[in-house]
């Protein structure tokens, strides 16, 4: 993965983000940790809708930490 990441983030420069970006990001971590904490810890339920925030949240991650591309910074 990192040979991977490397190849596709070579030719790419330090891109300088602002606040209104990063704060955009941030509601998104927030939103989807507490839409998993209602589900999981208060609900304790099981659905789809687990699955899916799990996910998303998993590829904010994966994107974040391998290829250094913030996409919840691109959203805005």
Do not use: D, H
Not at 7 to 28: L, R, T
Not at 29 to 39: D, E, H, P, Q, R
Not at 60 to 67: M, Q
Request: proline share 3%; aromatic share 16%; charged share 10%.
């Amino acid at each position: 993965m990192l040979i991977i990441g490397r190849v596709i983030v070579g030719n790419q420069k330090p891109e300088y983000v602002g606040a209104p970006q990063k704060k955009f990001s941030w509601f998104i971590g927030l939103a989807l940790s507490g839409i998993m904490f209602a589900l999981m810890v208060v609900y304790n339920t099981w659905s789809i809708f687990t699955g899916l925030s799990c996910l998303t949240c998993l590829i904010f991650l994966f994107f974040e930490a391998v290829f250094g591309i913030c996409l919840g910074c691109l959203g805005v």
